[in-house]
């Protein structure tokens, strides 16, 4: 990824109204590269303390053993994936983390991954807002020109009904 491009999905995170983070994959164990201000508050953590670590710092040792090997397959093989994570903020509190991550790169050989964040605060009632979350990613994503602006509407109708399948399947469970 060249500068320009980094420091357009710079801004494009700064503005935006949802956690968004940036992996680099060409980098051992898959750091942090960027995240973004609503990111930092949902989590609590300084950007100091983040940047440079892999993600899973938010999960407990042990946890989310199905949820992990299904987003290390997706990776490996380069496709997008959804996740329902348990994760701790800094200050020890627990919520349940929506997590979507998207390939950003040539077909099939991405060198980073874009993951947003959502928190699913109870067993109903979550649905709409993480519609609404979908509509935003797909947006701020084609603002960065990972999604072609042509196929936005396809792919919302795509992920909002993997979204939907996902939360209701989550909340079976709890
Ligand atoms: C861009 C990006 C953001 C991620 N965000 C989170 C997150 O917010 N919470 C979390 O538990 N895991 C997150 N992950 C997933 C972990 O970093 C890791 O990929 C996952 O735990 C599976 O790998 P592991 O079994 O080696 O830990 C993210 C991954 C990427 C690439």
């Known amino acids: 990824m060249d500068r320009r491009q980094f420091e357009k999905i710079r801004s494009v995170f700064d503005r935006s109204g949802i956690a968004l983070t940036l992996s680099d994959l060409t980098r051992p164990d898959q750091p942090l590269v960027l995240a973004n201000p609503k990111f930092l508050s949902m989590t609590g953590y300084p950007e100091a303390e983040i940047l440079g670590r892999n993600c899973r710092f938010l999960q407990r040792d042990g946890d989310n053993l199905e949820e992990r090997a299904e987003i290390r397959q997706a990776m490996a093989a ?17 919520f349940n983390n929506l997590l979507f991550l998207h390939p950003i790169g040539p077909p099939g050989a991405p060198t980073h991954y874009l993951g947003s964040q959502f928190i699913l605060r109870m067993a109903w009632g979550s649905e709409p807002q993480a519609m609404a979350h979908v509509d935003t990613l797909l947006h701020d994503m084609t603002r960065i020109g990972v999604q072609a602006e042509r196929l936005e509407m396809e792919q919302r109708r795509h992920l909002a009904e993997a979204t939907a399948v996902l939360i209701r399947a989550w909340e079976r469970r709890r």
Do not use: I, K, P, T
């Not at 380069?78 to 627990?94: H, M, P, T, Y």
């Open 78 to 94: 380069g496709r997008e994936v959804q996740a329902v994570l348990r994760n701790f903020r800094r200050d020890g509190s627990e």
